[in-house]
């Protein structure tokens, strides 16, 4: 295997508050993948970061703002936001979220 293998059950899930959790997938220098899990009504605060995201929904339903234009998306739609916009979600019925960065997030890693 030349690849970068992270089995799910032996990556820890970190609990942010608000009804949400992330747990972060495989990653390189150049990429990361990370499932944040949403209780109904939880929010992901408006924010802006310099990495471009894609956001990808597993399950659930989520109203998903990026510079002040709202988005409904359900399983299966996805939405690419461009780095330095700002973006946020509000989960409408329980769901997941994959979401995956370029470059990756120094940040999220700094938290394990």
């Avoid at 899930?13 to 150049?30: E, F, P």
Wanted: proline share 5%; glycine share 10%; with cysteine.
């Amino acid at each position: 295997m030349k690849g970068i293998v992270r089995y799910h059950e032996e990556t820890a899930l970190q609990d942010l508050g608000g009804g949400t959790a992330r747990r972060v997938l495989a990653w390189n220098d150049q990429l990361m993948a990370a499932e944040v899990s949403f209780d109904p009504g939880a929010i992901g605060a408006p924010h802006t970061h310099p990495h471009t995201q894609c956001s990808y929904v597993l399950s659930g339903k989520f109203s998903y703002t990026v510079e002040e234009e709202s988005v409904e998306l359900s399983p299966g739609d996805s939405i690419v936001v461009p780095g330095g916009l700002v973006h946020g979600t509000v989960c409408l019925e329980k769901g997941v979220l994959l979401d995956v960065f370029t470059p990756a997030r120094e940040d999220f890693l700094a938290k394990q």
